[in-house]
């Protein structure tokens, strides 16, 4: 028998399987993502204003001595720095905020210096991290200061190879300052940016008065001021926004006029809304000149972006005769020219997500203040405490020098001599007296000051070198009673921090840039425009326009020969486009291009929500004729129905024309004016006419009536009207047929076979 070998097997306790109800573990595993993308990504700290991403940015940078004196540094580097310490991501997400913190545009105090293209307010995106350099700003450096001073924990990396700060020492309220957005898991942050003065004065009236109301601190901080500058409307409605922490923003760009050449006018954009940052600025370029091309304004002679570095710049060329202020006006209404800032002051206060009214973020920031500057005095007062005690030696020392001497010369060792300043030591010292070693037993140095002692040169025995020690320890006496008063007197930090803040204020004050008014609502009507009949056409590939009557009656012949439908419409009214899945869909008139016979046309697809890759157009009339007749629909499974006209007459843009079984679509679509007959084709060749008159009246919603019983696999191919007298023939397998000679039949039959 084989040896058996020494198995562990778990007890039945050990592997015992709890039961956990999967609701409940989902919830538990939900809530820990959420927290770790809250805190740990998308939302701010309320002491410093910056997500994770942006401190590890600058702290890398402050590390590799990136700062405002030093040479420019390929921001390729800083990257990948920043993810190889602290930041284990991708790199596009980290050079993207790198990006932000150095736009003027996007930050009003940007944090990050850079050298080389780093976008612009149009959309255009930066060069790449291997074109671009950058350093720290100046006044990123007042976020970094102190950090050495033990003003702030640290904790380890990812790999805990390095530390890293929790937070930054900020002396300014940065959440404020540049304001911040994101988004998290069920959580969003948007906070505007705001003007630095204006939040240090704000701060200052706090720290003066903690019960000051938000209204108070308001007379201080008017607003949000924008680096894009532009209008804020809504000025009443800011108190309770900045109460709450929630509400929107109502912003303005700032429009002028200018003579423009020939007599026109032009309409320019000087500023515009912080929302339109980016794309936006495209889509508003687009927007304007979908005005012109939809006919909603016929003012507008030719557009331009002449945006640069020195700021916006969109110029618009009006006719002479144009209606500026109506112009304006629709600017406001129909483009985003006038939007909305949403404002949620979401940040990260003591380690959880929370909506912040403006006092409280003041309170946060400030108590932040206090904190930072006791870490930081109470190092301070160490050091100089440390400093006093070495000085107070030294002193010491020199008034009894020679008995030093005395002890040095007569000791083996350094321990022999330290052991004797220290404890009064004196065996195995050789001393010229006995006066002298009575002495040197009671010097009781420390052992700091033993050391000082011991590691001191003789050129510190000059007279004048005692006078600057003597000096030197009377200033350091000083600055540890202004320590100790820093410390035990709040009001002493509070003038402390209180002069910080004014020195930033006058380093780094800035006009504000936005104005903050309560602005009437702007009243824009569009102009009626006169009814006018006009011919829509549209081509067999999809393509439709529009011309005058006269226009279509010059080129009526080349007209039906080129289109597929040519009917009459108002221009104030819609089209109809009836497909074979069913569905009916309308187009505004004034969305087609209007103008010249051989004028551009443009794709139904585009005006439409139909889509020509997976169904046909079986019918495009205009709405206003549909009131006047009744629809008839014929299916491929043989089903028919007529329908009242009126029926049709929606303002949606798509609606079910009919009701299908299932597997079925739409044969034919028509109007009917004075059709007698009706004829259908099956592709099995039987072919059966009946009277219109037998085909039921239903609701567009309705299935209908059976037209013609089809056999297994046969379906209706083609649908014929005829009146009487009509001598309307087709082609069929060689045979000419004459419909208005096929058998008269009734509804819901077989029909006759016809043979090759």
């Known amino acids: 028998m084989a040896k058996q070998e020494n198995v562990y097997w778990p007890s ?37 204003g910056l997500k994770p991403v942006h401190r590890r940015i600058l702290y890398t940078m402050f590390e590799n001595g990136l700062t405002p004196d030093k ?33 003027d545009f996007s930050l009003r105090y940007p944090l990050i210096d850079g050298h080389g293209n780093f976008g612009s307010e149009d959309g255009d995106g930066p060069a790449a991290m291997r074109y671009t350099e950058a350093r720290l700003s100046k006044i990123s450096m007042e976020m970094l200061a102190d950090i050495n001073k033990d003003t702030v ?21 940065n959440l404020l300052v540049n304001g911040t957005s994101g988004i998290a898991v069920g959580m969003a ?103 012109a091309e939809s006919k909603k304004t016929t003012d507008i002679v030719d557009i331009s972006n002449q945006s640069s570095k020195e700021g916006i710049r969109i110029v618009i060329e009006l006719k002479k005769d144009a209606d500026v202020d109506h112009f304006i006006s629709m600017l406001y209404k129909k483009t985003r020219l006038e939007d909305t800032f949403g404002v949620n002051m ?97 010097l009781c140095f420390t052992e700091n000051q033993a050391n000082a002692i011991l590691d001191m040169r ?59 008014d309560n602005c009437e609502e702007v009243v824009f009507e569009e102009k009626k425009i006169e009814e006018a009949p006009a011919y829509c056409l549209i081509d067999r590939f999809g393509y439709t326009r529009c011309v005058d009557v006269a226009t279509f009656e ?41 103008g010249k016979f051989r004028d551009k046309a443009i794709p139904l697809d585009n005006v439409s929500n139909f889509d020509s890759t997976r169904e046909q157009l079986l019918l495009a009339v205009g709405q206003s004729d549909l009131n006047l007749y009744r629809l008839l629909f014929v299916t491929k499974q043989g ?59 239903k609701k567009k919603n309705a299935v209908g009536v059976r037209g013609m019983k089809l056999s297994d696999g046969d379906e209706i191919e083609a649908v014929f009207y005829t009146r009487p007298g009509d001598e309307t023939s087709v082609e069929y397998k060689s045979r000419t047929l004459v419909l208005n000679q096929l058998k008269l039949a009734h509804r819901d039959s077989k029909g006759t076979k016809v043979r090759a």
């Open 12 to 48: 039945d306790e050990e592997t015992k399987i709890v039961p956990v109800e999967i609701v409940d573990e989902i919830k538990g595993s939900m809530l820990q993502y959420s927290m770790s993308v809250l805190v740990g990504r998308a939302i701010p700290d309320v002491r410093d």
């Open 71 to 103: 040479a420019y540094r390929k921001c390729a580097d800083t990257v990948g720095s920043v993810l190889g310490r602290y930041h284990p991501h991708g790199d596009a997400s980290v050079y993207d905020a790198m990006v932000r913190m150095a736009q």
């Open 153 to 173: 924990d640290f904790e380890p990396n990812f790999d805990e190879t390095e530390k890293e700060p929790v937070v930054l020492p900020s002396r300014y309220p």
């Open 189 to 291: 942050t948007s906070i505007p940016p705001h003007n630095l003065s204006e939040v240090i004065d704000a701060v200052k009236a706090y720290m003066l008065d903690e019960n000051i109301t938000t209204a108070e601190l308001m007379r201080y901080m008017q607003g949000p001021d924008f680096p894009t500058g532009g209008i804020v409307t809504n000025k009443d409605e800011l108190l309770s926004i900045y109460e709450t922490g929630a509400g929107k923003i109502k912003l303005r760009g700032k429009v002028e006029t200018e003579k423009g050449k020939n007599g026109r006018t032009n309409v320019v954009i000087t500023e515009i809304p912080y929302t339109m940052i980016g794309a936006n600025i495209g889509k508003f370029l687009s927007d304007v000149a979908a005005l």
């Open 346 to 442: 979401l940040a990260i206060s003591d380690g959880r997500p929370e909506t912040l009214g403006l006092k409280q973020i003041i309170k946060a920031n400030t108590d932040f203040q206090f904190e930072i500057n006791r870490r930081k005095y109470e190092r301070l007062l160490a050091k100089e405490q440390e400093k006093r005690e070495i000085q107070e030696g030294l002193i010491k020392a020199c008034n009894v020098i020679d008995l030093i001497i005395e002890i040095l010369r007569g000791s083996r060792d350094r321990t022999m001599a330290k052991a004797c300043l220290v404890d009064g030591v004196t065996e195995g010292i050789k001393f010229k007296t006995k006066q002298a070693s009575v002495m040197a037993a009671q």
């Open 458 to 516: 003789l050129y510190k025995l000059i007279g004048l070198e005692i006078e600057a020690l003597i000096k030197e320890h009377e200033e350091t006496i000083a600055n540890i009673y202004r320590y100790e008063d820093i410390l035990e007197r709040k009001s002493a930090m509070a003038q402390v921090i209180i002069n910080e803040l004014d020195a930033l204020k006058k380093e780094y004050s800035q006009k504000r840039r936005t104005v903050i």
């Open 554 to 594: 010059r080129n009526q012949e080349a007209a039906f020969a080129e289109n597929r439908f040519v009917f009459l419409v108002k221009n104030t009214g819609r089209i109809c486009l009836f497909t074979n899945t069913g569905q009916l869909y309308t187009v505004k008139v004034s969305d087609l291009p209007f």
């Open 639 to 697: 089903m028919t129905k007529m329908v009242d006209g009126g029926e049709f007459d929606v303002m949606k843009r798509t609606v079910a024309a009919t009701k299908l079984q299932e597997g079925d679509e739409v044969a034919n679509v028509c109007v009917y004016q004075d059709q007698k007959y009706i004829i259908l084709q099956s592709k099995d060749g039987f072919f059966l006419r009946f009277e219109v008159e037998e085909i039921p009246e």
